[in-house]
C-alpha cells in the first residue's frame, strides 16, 4: 500500500467494542494486511486507531486499542482515515519503502545486431506491485574481433516494456593494433524509468560495428524499484 493523504471516508455501519469486520462506504485505500486506520479521527473523545486486512471495501481481521488509544464504540456512519501514528509509520517503512531489488547475469555469445534493436537473450522480469520508478543499471564487457581499422564498437541502450523511451548506457569505442579486444562497460550509474503496477520487461538494445565479428557481450542487469509516494 503506498501512503495516500487525504483519503478518507466512513463505515457503513457502527463499530461496536466487539467488531472484527466492518464495511466502507468507498474503497478507496489500497488492499492491504494489517493497515492502520484511525477511527472516528474528527472527534478526539471516541478516536481510535486500529489495524484491518482490506480487500475492497471490507475489512476484516480488525484489531483494537492499538498506539495507546482506548477501546470505544463508534456510532453514527464513524469517519475513517490512514493513521499517522508510531503503528502506521512503522507499516509504511515496512511495506512502502522497504527495496525491491534483484539481477540478472546476462551472457550473449554473439551479438549480431547491426542495426539498433532489442539484444536477445538480455532480458529479465520484474513485477512492480504500484506504480514508480525503476532504476535500471548495467555493468559489462563486450569482447570481440576487431575490424580493419582496429575498432571495437558498440552501441547498448535500455529498453523496458510499455515504455516508449530508449534510455543510453553509452557508446564504447576500442583501438588496439592486435587481433581481438575487449571493452568494459563501467556503468554505474543508474537509469531511472517511470512504470505502472504490474509485469515489467527490462532488456538490452543496441548495435555492434557492422565489420566486426564474432561480438561477445557479458555482464550483469539489475534492478531497484521505488512506488510513488503520494
Known amino acids: ?28 485505500f489500497d488492499n492491504g494486511t494489517a493497515v492502520p486506520l484511525v477511527v472516528d479521527y474528527n472527534v478526539p473523545a471516541s478516536l481510535e486507531v486500529i ?22 464504540a463508534h456510532t453514527g456512519t464513524p469517519k475513517i482515515a490512514l493513521a499517522s501514528t508510531p503503528e502506521a509509520w512503522s507499516y509504511y517503512l515496512k511495506n512502502d519503502f522497504a527495496e525491491i531489488a534483484d539481477y540478472a547475469d546476462i551472457e550473449v555469445t554473439d551479438l549480431t545486431n547491426t542495426s539498433d534493436a532489442d539484444i536477445t537473450g538480455s532480458s529479465m522480469t520484474f513485477t512492480a506491485p504500484s506504480a514508480g520508478v525503476v532504476w535500471v543499471g548495467f555493468s559489462g564487457y563486450l569482447g570481440g574481433q576487431l575490424d580493419a581499422n582496429g575498432r571495437l564498437q558498440a552501441t547498448i541502450k535500455l529498453n523496458v516494456a510499455g515504455v516508449s523511451a530508449h ?19 563501467p556503468m554505474g550509474a543508474m537509469v531511472p524509468v517511470n512504470i505502472s503496477a504490474g509485469s ?12 566486426g565479428t564474432n561480438y561477445d557481450l557479458v555482464g550483469r542487469l539489475s534492478y531497484r524499484f521505488q512506488p510513488t509516494q503520494i
Open 167 to 185: 534510455n543510453y548506457f553509452g557508446q564504447v569505442y576500442f583501438d588496439a593494433a592486435v587481433a581481438n579486444g575487449l571493452v568494459h562497460f
Open 200 to 211: 515489467t520487461v527490462v532488456k538490452l538494445r543496441g548495435m555492434k560495428n557492422p565489420y
Open 1 to 28: 500500500m503506498a501512503i495516500k493523504a487525504n483519503k478518507h471516508t466512513t463505515l457503513t455501519a457502527d463499530l461496536t467494542t466487539g467488531d472484527t469486520t466492518a464495511t466502507l462506504s468507498s474503497a478507496v
Open 51 to 72: 489495524t484491518a486486512d482490506i480487500t475492497g471495501p471490507d475489512l476484516t481481521n480488525i484489531a483494537r486499542e492499538k498506539d495507546g488509544t482506548a477501546l470505544v
